[in-house]
């Protein structure tokens, strides 16, 4: 017999001598030790206990649960399994009772709380030394850690490193902000300070690593923690934030080393779930560029929402099989459609929607890097012009009910060709609003560059830090507008949901960042010096590229909306005269690659558009 399988047989066997124990024991509480005339029913009850009570606990699993890990699931679970006994057993005893036993009705009751507390006692004992060996055996393979934040998530990951020593990680206490907690025990582990104790505090107990277990704090408090480890010279990581922790669990895989993420965390957004599960659960939902940043980001928040079917529409084979894999992975139940299509190819978006007629409708796909738009600028054009006009007519069509165009806060008042073409295609999903049924929704949703999404600065950041450096940035004064890929996703889904027709969203993007400042973080968090290890190269700014960006035109009115981090843009900009004419003489030009015709073009789309577009590049050439 394996070892596991003895652990479980010794566990079965163990609450079943424990349980049976528990009848006589309630009769004597009961009957105040004077058992009497009452011995035949509890030798009766005890005997059908004794048989029955073995299979019960084997009937439930009760014996694969580890004791030494004991939880408030496993408690529960306990409970559960005692009391339909224990209620089984009344009903039985009245029974019995009824045919001439002498025996009291409550004894089955009693008997169910004893049995809780002798099994339960048993498990928490067993724990409790458990724990306690861990802590107290400190060997040379392990090492100390100090947790800051003692709430749940620190809490968690406390038992889950003294439940498994063969991580070699031993926590030692805690620092937690909150002073009212000073001086408490959190796991059977102190609260030694707070956040601005590290350094003593780490010194004091010989804390060999800090672990921050925060995933609700800005990230102004993660630098200032991070700060205070560095001073004092100790190894520091983090668990992730709680875009990350969907589950709600923490465990030992999921620590890891602070990134730059983390610095610029902010605090979690809150969903209304309600109205979002009212137009995604249950309902066709279609997203377009699904296999890449944002779109996989989209796709595995409204996976989330049980919709009826989830197609992933792209061009790239390979990230639409990535993507789809995670899914089949994580919601197998899921019944997802990959398509495999270009939004430029008018034809086949048109079947496609006439054959799924999805519900909803996330446009995600777009060309997005502006130095590489400005090398092809009619692919700008046909691509996030076209394309989306593409999506946005098949959408009209076949009445979908909810159509998000993911746009971008280079559309404000744009001076390169990406920027251009984006704030064109807020006009087309616009001009689709106004010519939109009663019953559908059309909107566009503005926000500023995602933190890790493919092509942008960080993992360039990362792969030249690889390299040994330097680190490129185009000029020390330049700033963009930063968030995670999940808040992107979860506020562009939350947008979705408003119920509003001819809306443009932008979303709270807190302040802008200094690129420059951002490099000099990722080196310090591989712990290095910038200008000392890691150089830092000024390059120049590139074609297209502004050194600020904006989230709102400055004859457009930044105003609320029904979800905080989400800002509804009035605007001015009414459709031009002959828009529709226009778009396809834009086209037209994009197709045949005359660049001088779709530069006019453009112009009479988005009036002043050419004096900025030549400025800009006057800029870069003398620069």
């Known amino acids: 017999m394996s070892r596991a399988r003895s652990r479980k047989l010794v566990r079965l066997l163990t609450d079943w001598v424990m349980w049976t124990l ?31 009570k073995p299979v019960w606990l084997w009937w439930f699993g009760v014996h694969r649960r580890t004791w030494r890990a004991t939880s408030y699931r496993d408690v529960g679970a306990l409970a559960r399994v005692i009391i339909a006994y224990s209620l089984l057993l009344f009903a039985g005893a009245v029974f019995l009772q009824q045919r001439g036993w002498t025996l009291p009705r409550s ?6 709380m004893t049995a809780l507390l002798l099994l339960l006692g048993g498990r928490l004992l067993l724990r409790w030394i458990y724990e306690r060996r861990q802590l107290s055996s400190g060997t040379t393979e392990t090492r100390r850690v100090l947790i800051a934040g003692a709430g749940d998530a620190g809490t968690m990951i406390a038992r889950e490193l003294l439940r498994h020593p063969d991580a070699g990680l031993t926590p030692v206490g805690f620092v937690d902000d909150d002073r009212a907690r000073r001086k408490d025990s959190v796991a059977g582990l102190p609260i030694l300070g707070t956040l601005t104790d590290i350094g003593p505090v780490a010194g004091r107990i010989e804390a060999d690593e800090l672990l921050i277990a925060m995933p609700s704090a800005p990230g102004s408090v993660i630098r200032r923690v991070v700060e205070q480890a560095q001073a004092a010279g100790i190894r520091y990581r983090i668990i992730p934030g709680l ?4 589950s709600g669990r923490v465990e030992i895989s999921q620590i890891r080393t602070v990134d730059v993420e983390d610095l610029l965390r902010r605090e979690p957004v809150r969903l209304d779930l309600d109205n979002i599960s009212g137009y995604l659960r249950g309902k066709r939902v279609l ?11 989209l796709v595995r928040q409204i996976a989330r929402f049980e919709p009826e079917e989830l197609l992933l529409l792209g061009r790239g084979e390979n990230s639409i099989y990535q993507i789809a894999g995670e899914l089949a992975a994580n919601y197998p139940e899921l019944t997802q459609i990959r398509l495999i299509a270009n939004v430029c190819d008018r034809e086949r978006i048109s079947g496609l929607f006439e054959q799924h007629r999805p519900h909803a409708v996330f446009h995600a796909a777009a060309h997005k890097h502006v130095p590489l738009m400005e090398e092809n600028p009619c692919e700008a054009i046909r691509n996030n012009v076209g394309g989306t006009k593409n999506v946005v007519d098949a959408a009209l069509a076949t009445g979908v009910a909810h159509f998000v165009n993911v746009s971008t806060d280079k559309a404000v008042s744009p001076s390169n060709l990406m920027g251009l073409s984006k704030r064109i295609a807020e006009m087309v999903v616009h001009d689709a609003a106004l010519r939109a049924d009663n019953d559908q929704v059309f909107c566009s949703v503005r926000f500023g560059n995602v933190l890790g999404s493919r092509g942008s600065v960080l993992p360039l950041f990362r792969e030249q830090l690889r390299r040994g450096g330097p680190l490129t940035v185009t000029d020390e004064r330049m700033t963009r507008f930063f968030m995670t890929i999940p808040e992107a996703a979860q506020l562009v889904i939350q947008a979705g949901a408003f119920g509003e027709n001819d809306r443009l969203y932008v979303l709270d993007m807190g302040e802008p960042v200094r690129i420059y400042d951002l490099a000099c973080d990722l080196i310090r968090l591989s712990g290095l010096e910038p200008d000392v290890d890691i150089s830092i190269r000024v390059t120049g700014i590139r074609p297209g590229e502004k050194l600020h960006e904006e989230l709102a035109d400055d004859d457009e009115q930044i105003g609320a909306s029904p979800h905080p981090k989400i800002h509804a843009v009035q605007t001015s900009h009414d459709v031009p005269a002959h828009f529709h004419e226009r778009i396809d003489a834009l086209l037209r030009a994009a197709a045949q690659c005359d660049l001088d015709q779709m530069l006019a073009c453009c112009d009479q789309l988005v009036p002043g558009f050419l004096a900025r577009y030549r400025k800009q590049q006057e800029k870069v050439a003398g620069s």
């Open 287 to 297: 997203v377009t560029g699904a296999g890449g940043s944002i779109g996989s980001e």
């Open 107 to 112: 004894a089955p009751l009693i008997e169910g």
């Open 22 to 52: 528990a009848t006589p024991l309630a009769f004597w509480l009961r009957l105040d030790r004077e058992i009497g005339e009452h011995l035949g029913g509890m030798l009766l009850l005890t005997a059908i206990g004794a048989v029955t």
């Open 243 to 246: 875009y990350d922790l969907v």
